[in-house]
């Protein structure tokens, strides 16, 4: 259960603190933020409103520890991420419960989840060892003009603090996705998680504070995003800032000033599906991509454009999967369960009703209760009808039937979004010239778009995002590269100069 045994000591009462300097502590503010479970609208915990002041001293601590952090050897380093990756294993079972009660996630997917996380962990510092375990040796008669009278020798150094902002649908795998490049650099981690998914995060914190890293290198600031949000991403003391969610990454962009940003914000992920795709590989994918946690995933299929010789099997297909779909609450491992507030679930609504408006055809009833949504499958759109354009972050799913792949393409490239897409097609010749042209920073060629495995690149174009994610790319974000130059007094090249010449020059 969530804030027992070993998690015992990051709870108060009914409110879990704030972590800081090693310690679990209660806000100054004397406040609390409530966090409502989505499947009962209720509240199911609290955790701590933290004040400007502690974000302050959180910074402070942070900067002074990444300075030792920094010359801990790296296979120390790694060692330590080795230990938390599997303490958070070893506990999967009460931070899946987090993200039943927090998020609604699907009892299954949200021990997947966790476990995913430990093994990202622990291929980040396999992967860290590598990558920084390596420099570069160039001389300078390499570029014209030049005698070999330097050495310059590259390696990676950390940038300092990192702010890492994780979103609510993945709070424990996309904070851990930051917080390993971070620290295998040898950088210090400021950990602002969404308040969907704040507790999950408090106890994977809690894991890495078992592993025994030291005093401040890891922080994790709890409170509302009007009162710190500005606060963190305008820090002076922040050197780096990864987020991932949606329009508040714009925001973030334009405030941060000259430090690196690696944004993930979105995406309008299109399907595209020729005459000759295998329509029972389609379908299966269409309800994976779209329908998986209730079409609240960046990489959800977002969008069909279906060519119209083959719309109606394939609707009839799709039409037939999700009427098995399972609705219900996360405990019992629905397929969909409700989405993360209400407020989602009112904008969604919003969505669907302009479809019905403008004579969108509806394969399903629509059916709401709550937080709920039932799946709904839209045909027969049309580009005025805004869930052509918007992300539902829900289990609503449009279908655009076109007549050509040109069609498909231009639909595609128009949205301000550009994260992923995929392409259904036997003719892998022209599943290559269509990837190429669409406008986004991942195609799945014959599958759902997804992200992950966690080590392979992740990106988005447009308003989807600044640079890219995945292990490696996280790695080299999160440092800078130092050259030391060694001045030769005269040129020297291996096993061009005799003894004598050696002997004249010293």
């Not at 040796?137 to 390696?155: A, H, I, Q």
């Not at 408090?202 to 710190?228: D, Q, R, W, Y």
């Not at 606060?231 to 987020?243: D, K, R």
Request: charged share 20%; hydrophobic share 40%.
């Amino acid at each position: 259960m969530a804030g027992t045994g070993v998690f015992s000591e990051i709870l108060d009462g009914d409110a879990f603190k704030y972590y800081s300097n090693g310690e679990w502590k209660k806000s100054s503010s004397g406040k609390t933020v409530a966090i409502v479970n989505p499947t009962t609208r209720k509240t199911q915990y609290k955790v701590q409103a933290c004040t400007q002041e502690e974000v302050n001293k959180v910074m402070e601590l942070a900067k002074s520890a990444q300075k030792t952090w920094a010359k801990t050897p790296l296979w120390k380093r790694a060692e330590l991420l080795h230990k938390a990756a599997a303490i958070l294993k070893e506990h999967k079972a009460p931070i899946a419960e987090c993200l039943i009660k927090e998020i609604a996630k699907p009892a299954k997917d949200s021990v997947t989840e966790v476990v995913r996380s430990g093994d990202l962990i622990s291929y980040t510092a396999e992967e860290g060892v590598r990558i920084l375990g390596e420099g570069k040796f160039l001389v300078s008669d390499s570029f014209p003009g030049n005698e070999r009278t330097k050495y310059c020798l590259t390696s990676k150094i950390p940038l300092g603090v990192v702010l890492a902002i994780p979103p609510f649908n993945y709070p424990v795998n996309l904070a851990v996705s930051k917080i390993g490049p971070a620290l295998i650099a040898g950088n210090s981690l400021v950990l602002k998680p969404p308040t969907q998914g704040a507790v999950s995060c408090l106890h994977m914190v809690h894991c890495f504070h078992l592993a025994g890293f030291p005093k401040g290198l890891i922080s994790c600031v709890t409170g509302k995003g009007s009162e710190i949000g500005d606060f963190l991403t305008m820090h002076p003391g922040v050197n780096c800032i990864s987020f991932t969610g949606g329009d508040t990454g714009i925001s973030i962009s334009k405030k941060a000033g000259m430090i690196p940003l690696q944004m993930e914000l979105g995406g309008k992920d299109a399907c595209i599906v020729l005459e000759d795709a295998d329509l029972d590989l389609v379908a299966a994918n269409i309800i994976k991509g779209g329908f998986s946690y209730s079409g609240q995933r960046c990489t959800a299929i977002k969008v069909v454009l279906v060519m119209e010789s083959v719309a109606d099997a394939l609707v009839e297909k799709v039409k037939a999967r999700v009427a098995k779909l399972r609705i219900g609450p996360p405990e019992d491992d629905c397929d969909i369960t409700p989405v993360v507030t209400e407020s989602s679930a009112n904008f969604i609504e919003g969505l669907v009703m302009d479809a019905k408006d403008k004579g969108a055809t509806f394969c399903q009833q629509y059916k709401r209760e709550g937080n709920l949504i039932w799946p709904l499958l839209l045909d027969n759109v049309r580009p005025d009808m805004r869930i052509a354009w918007e992300e539902p972050f829900g289990p609503i799913l449009p279908v655009i039937r076109i007549n050509s792949v040109e069609e498909g393409i231009h639909h595609c490239n128009a949205s301000n979004f550009g994260l992923q897409g995929c392409v259904f097609t036997k003719d892998i010749n022209k599943a290559v010239l269509i990837s190429d042209a669409m406008e986004t920073g991942t195609v799945q060629i014959n599958s759902a778009p997804a992200r992950g495995p966690d080590h392979f690149p992740f990106q988005g174009l447009k308003d989807s995002g600044i640079g890219s994610q995945g292990i490696t790319n996280s790695i080299d974000m999160m440092t800078k590269v130092k050259t030391t130059v060694i001045n030769l007094p005269s040129p020297s090249y291996s096993m061009g100069s005799s003894g004598s010449s050696i002997r004249s020059r010293i």
